[in-house]
C-alpha cells in the first residue's frame, strides 16, 4: 500500500524502496522560490576561491556584461540541489543518504544576482543494489516568469532505508 501524504509546499513524503518505486517516471514537484543575492554570490565565490568579475565585480558587470548584471556561478545553481530537493521530498527511514553523482546536465541560461530559482525534479529511475537503493531525479531549474531553464540534468541519490 502506498502511503505518500503531502503537506506544505505539497512536499512528498517517502518512506521505503516500494513508495519510492512506485513514483518512477512521476514528476514529484516543485520546489519554493529561492533568490540568489549578490551576498550569496560573494560568499560562494570565496568559498570556492573563483572571483571572476562577472560574479563579484557588480559595477563592472553592469557596464561591461552582456547581461547587465553579475551572474550565479553555474556550481552555486547546482549546489542548491539538495537543499531544493529537501523541499520537494522527505525521504524517511533512512540511516544514510549520499548525493553519488550528477549527469548529463547542460546550463541553457544564466542566473542574474537576485534571480529566484525553483527545482522541478521527476522520478526517473528507483534500483535496489543489494540494500543500497539507487534513484536518479531529472532535475530542472528554472527563473521565474522565464520558459528557458537554467540547467536540466540528473542527480544520483543513494539511501540505505531502515
Do not use: C
Not at 563579484?56 to 539538495?82: C, M, N, R, V, W
Request: glycine letters at 4%; charged letters at 20%.
Amino acid at each position: 500500500m502506498l502511503l505518500i501524504s503531502y503537506f506544505l509546499y505539497k512536499m512528498i513524503i517517502i518512506n521505503n524502496f516500494d513508495e519510492y518505486k512506485l513514483l518512477e517516471g512521476t514528476m514529484v514537484g516543485a520546489s519554493s522560490w529561492h533568490r540568489i543575492d549578490q551576498n550569496q554570490i560573494n560568499l560562494f565565490a570565496d568559498a570556492t576561491l573563483d572571483h571572476q568579475w562577472i560574479h563579484t565585480d557588480e559595477k563592472k558587470a553592469a557596464e561591461e556584461s552582456p547581461y547587465h548584471s553579475t551572474i550565479a556561478h553555474g556550481y552555486l545553481t547546482l549546489s542548491l540541489i539538495p537543499y531544493l530537493w529537501k523541499q520537494i521530498a522527505e525521504v524517511r527511514n533512512i540511516s544514510m543518504e549520499i548525493n553519488y553523482g550528477i549527469e548529463n546536465f547542460r546550463f541553457g541560461q544564466p542566473v542574474k544576482a537576485n534571480d529566484e530559482v525553483s527545482l522541478e525534479a521527476t522520478i526517473k529511475t528507483v534500483n535496489n543494489l543489494k540494500g543500497t537503493v539507487k534513484v536518479v531525479v531529472g532535475a530542472r531549474l528554472i527563473i521565474k516568469n522565464q520558459v528557458k531553464p537554467v540547467y536540466t540534468g540528473d542527480v544520483v541519490f543513494l539511501y540505505h532505508f531502515l
